[in-house]
């Protein structure tokens, strides 16, 4: 037992060392910028590096236990430096991986959001269109000859999605659709099915589950252990800037505590993809 207890206090300390290593970081990085940027730039480098920062705040209060995975807050507030920071975690299992989830269960989600129901089937239909191999069109869905009519500037990929983003290119797809969708997909849970167990809040109601007893719960003995993280500003002046991150935690590994999956850049509202 004591053989544990050392164990878990040397990688406490060694995330202690870890994260003050990074916050250090985060903040020289944001002074050499600070110094030829102008004011509005100088606002904006203090706030990307508060959300840096909240997040792995947010990873070391997970690791040494002062974050309660079956009832976290959602969402958890950080104060970095005097601007606050809501960090929303989840884990990927319990959302819809775009790659293979079920015909089915994504038209669910996608009428969650989409007040029409035969605008929800076409969407639904064409982004299984764009992630399936061959140019046969489902019912309500879209192949090439369709985006051409269109006069769209992007083609069906016929082959699985490779970043969140690129589903903005599917034809029928809007931002305003994209940024209420995003929350509730993931690439990393390789599963046609949604964990109800680990699902959030937003995902249950999509699925018109009960949520009464929804405690706040991101994680549970059976999670995949692939986490997404969401930080952005509490204040409306903000608007706009966010970070996303998917990680996959390996908390029996000191050295390497996490690997980073994705990182989505902060000004989500700008596509990742434009220009590629």
């Known amino acids: 037992m004591k053989a544990n207890q050392n164990g878990f206090v040397l990688i406490?300390?060694?995330?202690?060392v870890s994260i003050m290593v990074v916050l250090l970081s985060i903040h020289s990085v944001g002074l050499r910028y600070l110094t030829t940027a102008t004011l509005a730039q100088q606002e904006q480098i203090k706030l990307e590096n508060a959300l840096e920062a909240a997040v792995y705040l947010t990873l070391y209060q997970l690791y040494s236990g002062q974050i309660d995975p079956a009832s976290v807050p959602s969402p958890l507030i950080q104060q970095i430096n005097g601007i606050s920071v809501a960090v929303e975690l989840?884990?990927?299992?319990?959302?819809?991986?775009?790659n293979y989830v079920s015909g089915t269960v994504l038209t669910r989600i996608i009428t969650a959001v989409v007040p029409d129901p035969q605008q929800a089937q076409n969407l639904s239909d064409a982004i299984l269109d764009w992630r399936d191999p061959d140019d046969l069109v489902r019912l309500n869905g879209a192949e090439e000859k369709d985006y051409r009519a269109a006069d769209h500037p992007f083609l069906p990929a016929n082959r699985p999605f490779i970043h969140l983003s690129e589903l903005q290119r599917v034809l029928g797809m809007n931002t305003a659709i994209y940024q209420k969708l995003r929350p509730l997909l993931t690439l990393h849970s390789g599963q046609s099915t949604v964990n109800q167990n680990s699902a959030g809040l937003p995902m249950l109601q999509a699925l018109g589950l009960d949520t009464a007893n929804y405690n706040g719960s991101f994680m549970n003995p059976g999670s995949n252990r692939i986490i997404s993280i969401r930080a952005l500003p509490e204040s409306a002046e903000s608007a706009g800037t966010e970070l996303n991150m998917t990680l996959k935690l390996t908390p029996h590994d000191p050295d390497q505590p996490f690997q980073y999956l994705s990182w989505d850049g902060f000004e989500p509202n700008v596509p990742q993809w434009a220009g590629s």
């Open 12 to 16: 406490n300390v060694l995330w202690v």
């Open 90 to 98: 989840s884990a990927t299992d319990g959302k819809a991986d775009l």
